[in-house]
């Protein structure tokens, strides 16, 4: 059981949960928009961590350099930082529209106005 | 007025500077790190920035909305073009190799360039139609 | 990670937000340390610009604090413990960091990094897998955030009530 060469993934755990956290507990909506992206963050820095190779450089080809790191993990993470971006315009968005119907942004808030439909 | 007066000199002083950089970053993706969507975010930032400094009216009047809109639709366009075009040479959708059938490698170039320039154009143009209609709702003149 | 409990426990959503830019900005500078100048130049932009940007924005037009909780979180503060002790019971059998013979670096990886020169001959290995490799993958992308942006279009109508509130009032 090699211990100490998890700890960057016990960080990036400790990472997710705190914006699982984040998105479960706190009621204003803002926050929890705050929490989910904290939480992509982490997974993307859990993806970039599988791909990397101990002593290898960015995966442009070079003369000279022999061990690049994998570029596979780099294209996927690229692809989700901006659907994650995309995603959280439309959320925010949402987020707007929803003070302009309910005039509050707290989650219980907007419980007690549903109930009294 | 007087910080005002400073921040409208840095920005006319950056901006052109960070426009540049965007476009660098487009056209050397294949060289450096970049490409397509860094390169329309960084423009997408600095038009931002000119919205935050130099209101929204200015800024609405430099980029019109209408014309986002279709520069946002023209890249997703451009991209598919670009696969359509492959399949009219009659090469597979997006095998970019047949442009140029005897320099496949030539041919790849010529398509990883046109498919980032859709790209780029959608990102920017699209960002910055998000951002516009997040400041056209607020009520004051500052979208800050 | 300091970044990280300090977002969650401010309730002034002003200084949360500017802590979620450091949050990006720390990011960007773990992926350079792990070889990805791509992702850490995406990250970057992206996180420590855009997002917050929107979020401020999303400030202006709503309101600037948050309530304080009416109780105490302590079954949300149960689940996340319970998960994470069942994520880290996860990694135990993870490969080790870093190392070369990991199984995600084989099969497609050294093929990518081998033919990408003779194939497509250019050295940014990254945008060749994305826009040529992996190019149906990237147009999907694009396609996603234009469709993003057509959504906040319906949802918040533009720029063009402004104007036309601006135009009538001259």
């Keep these: ?117 | 007025m007087q910080h005002h007066r400073i921040l409208r000199v840095v920005t006319k002083f950056f901006l052109p500077l960070i426009l540049l950089f965007g476009l660098y970053v487009q056209f050397h993706g294949d060289y450096g790190p970049g490409g397509g969507f860094q390169a329309g975010v960084i423009v997408a930032a600095a038009m931002i920035l000119y919205t935050l400094v130099f209101g929204f009216g200015n800024a609405t009047r430099v980029a019109p909305p209408a014309i986002l809109r279709a520069c946002s639709a023209a890249g997703v366009l451009i991209y598919l073009g670009t696969g359509v075009a492959n399949m009219l040479l009659g090469a597979d959708f997006l095998d970019y190799g047949s442009f140029v059938p005897d320099h496949r490698s030539h041919g790849e170039h010529y398509g990883i360039l046109a498919v980032e320039l859709g790209v780029g154009l959608t990102v920017a143009s699209t960002l910055l139609l998000i951002f516009f209609a997040f400041a056209g709702r607020s009520e004051t003149e500052d979208a800050d | ?170």
Excluded at chain 1, 4 to 32: C, D, E, P, Q
Excluded at chain 1, 50 to 60: H, M, N, V, W
Excluded at chain 3, 62 to 80: C, F, I, Q
């Design chain 1, 1 to 117: 059981m090699d211990l100490l060469g998890h700890y960057n993934y016990w960080i990036v755990i400790f990472l997710m949960m705190a914006g699982l956290y984040t998105v479960i507990s706190r009621g204003n909506l803002v926050k929890k928009i705050a929490g989910l992206n904290i939480f992509q963050t982490s997974v993307f820095i859990m993806f970039i961590s599988f791909g990397y190779i101990s002593g290898g450089a960015a995966p442009i080809l070079e003369d000279g350099v022999s061990l690049y790191s994998n570029p596979l993990p780099h294209v996927l993470i690229l692809t989700a930082i901006v659907v994650g971006v995309a995603t959280t315009a439309l959320g925010l968005a949402l987020v707007v529209r929803i003070r302009e119907a309910y005039g509050t942004v707290e989650e219980d808030e907007i419980h007690v106005q549903d109930e009294d439909f």
């Design chain 3, 1 to 170: 990670m300091i970044t990280a409990i300090t977002i969650i426990r401010l309730r002034d959503l002003f200084a949360v937000i500017m802590l979620f830019g450091l949050y990006s900005l720390l990011s960007a500078a773990l992926f350079v340390a792990l070889s990805a100048p791509d992702v850490a130049f995406t990250e970057a932009v992206v996180g420590a610009g855009i997002s917050t940007v929107l979020m401020l924005a999303t400030l202006a037009l709503t309101s600037r604090y948050e309530k304080r909780p009416a109780h105490r979180a302590w079954l949300p503060l149960a689940v996340v413990l319970v998960t994470g002790a069942f994520l880290i019971y996860g990694t135990i059998d993870i490969a080790p960091f870093g190392a070369p013979d990991n199984p995600v670096h084989q099969h497609v990886a050294p093929r990518y990094l081998e033919q990408s020169g003779e194939e497509i001959g250019i050295p940014n290995v990254v945008t060749s897998v994305l826009a040529s490799y992996r190019g149906y993958d990237t147009l999907g992308e694009t396609a996603v955030v234009f469709t993003a942006g057509m959504g906040v279009l319906v949802l918040l109508g533009g720029a063009a009530r402004r104007l036309r509130r601006k135009r009538r009032e001259e």
